[in-house]
């Protein structure tokens, strides 16, 4: 499903949250889905894979380098026919990877690897990320690959150059960075490796392995040899937790709510948010949990507690780095101080995530410290303001759940990127008491 969500979301304040909810598929397991898919051997089959704008641009992108991916049964089902090794073609047009930060830093490994030639680009926030922490290690490996002088897309690939493995020690804990490298691996000669300077999302390499790829990890050390096949297979998404992160908070901090939230993926690599939250004091239970297809996936009922100022430990940082924007909004509802040092990486994400929720929370009212790496957020009472999403819709989703303890309405300037990642967002937040 997906709403018309106009440029401004006007929410009302108080209400609670109630009852059973499933919010859409994983975002990170859905791009690699799709690009797995498209690689592999065969036909792969997705069942409730995220259909927001960024998974959409991954899958125009493979489209334009000649993979047929179809669409049934209303979109629960995405069929993706593998191109196989040595299967794309080159495009005929540049890729344009809209707000993605994934897609074209995970296809950027994948097209240097395949020596195909491509001009990558995507809108005015994807066009101010940084991409030399990818193309620099792409480099090593032998690919050419250009970038604006700032080092920001578009990203022009070189055809036709044959990569060597290498040692990568990364500077960054990135994901993206870590797949995009592990990914162009799969078509050099010799092994690559990459060791992480602290744990990040492993999709990739639980997923890889779901395709018949060798995937050797050791520690923070994670190595592939080139020259595997990817073998087609059958993938179900897990709920994305950086979607349900939204839900969780706004039945924390609101009196009364008492919520479900069905077959949510909690690998992990990403359940930063719920440690940080149950330190907060709040009452997350997880029940029937399962494993499906390699991930580890929960229901979790969350009830409203009264949530206390924190120091964030620094190494749930890379753990929950997409759940801050949220996090800060449950910071400004807390009894005391919260505080996040060494979370310099929330700087170049979508928006800079520091400053844009700073600047929203100072609006509301909210007394806050920034600095170069982090904030420290005292709770006190929320106003109703305006606040403007920076093209980034974590940031416009959090202030929306932040109606529910503000003393008049919230009004989110730019709230249409919510489509990126939650197409759903406004309906489902709307059937569960959100006053918008
Ligand atoms: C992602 C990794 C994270 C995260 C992003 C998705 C992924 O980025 O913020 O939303 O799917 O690999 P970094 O790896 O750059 O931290």
Redesign the pocket.
Known sequence: MTDAIGEELVVNPGGSLQGTLRVPGD??IS??AVMFGALAEGVTEIRDCLLGEDVRATMGAFRALGVRIDELDEGRLIRVHGAGPGGLRAPTTVLDLGNS??SI??LTGILAGAGIGATLTGDSSLQRRPMK?VTEPLARMGAQISTAPSGTPPLAIGAGVPLHGIEFPMQ????????AVLLAGLFASGQTCVEEPAP??D??ERMLRGFGVHVDVSGPRVCVNGGQTLRATAITVPADL?SAAFFIVGASIAPGSDVLLENVGVNPTRTGVLQILERMGADIERVNERAVGGEPVADLRVRAARLRGIDIPPELV?LA??EFPILFVAAACAEGVTRVRGAD?LR??ESDRIATMAAGLAAAGIDLQTFDDGIEIRGGDLHGTTVESHGDHRIAMSFAMAALRAAGPMRIQGAATIATSFPSFTTLAHAAGLRL
């Open positions: 975002k990170s791009h690699r930060g994934t830093r995970l922490r960054v804990a990135s994901a993206q960075v870590k797949s990040t999302r999709h990739t950086s890379p780095i997409d990486e170049h994400k």
